[in-house]
């Protein structure tokens, strides 16, 4: 079984900083990629950030320059750097991990329980 464990949500003001941490922990053999995601009340799951183990990222548009996505492959860990936060970054931000359990095994994807962030004055 794998475990996702997140962190560093909050209220924050608008213009402030938050930090996402995101541990995946429990029978995995390579992490292909990991990032995040948020849903906003009535709106559907969108991708925020996304980074890969080759080194690749890739970030929603409206976020671009603002938010900044890390990772420690060693841990098993990634970051999201939220910067000049918005009223509409206001969302529940999901951890998202693509790995793999075995060699050659099939790839799955886990979602962490979801951290709240609100940009609010």
């Known amino acids: 079984q794998v475990q996702l464990v997140e962190s560093g949500g909050g209220l924050v003001q608008p213009g402030g900083s938050l930090r996402l941490s995101c541990a995946a922990s429990?029978?995995?053999?390579?992490?292909?990629?990991m990032g995040w995601y948020r849903q906003a009340p009535g709106k559907q799951r969108e991708l925020v950030a996304v980074s890969t183990s080759g080194g690749s990222t890739n970030y929603a548009d409206s976020v671009k320059g603002r938010f900044t996505i890390s990772g420690d492959n060693g841990k098993n860990t990634v970051y999201l750097q939220m910067n000049s936060l918005k009223p509409e970054d206001t969302a529940v931000y999901y951890c998202?991990?693509?790995?793999?359990?075995?060699?050659?095994?099939?790839?799955?994807?886990?979602w962490g329980q979801g951290t709240q962030v609100t940009v609010s004055s």
């Open positions: 429990g029978s995995i053999f390579r992490v292909n990629a």
């Open positions: 998202n991990v693509d790995l793999q359990r075995a060699p050659g095994g099939p790839r799955f994807r886990y």
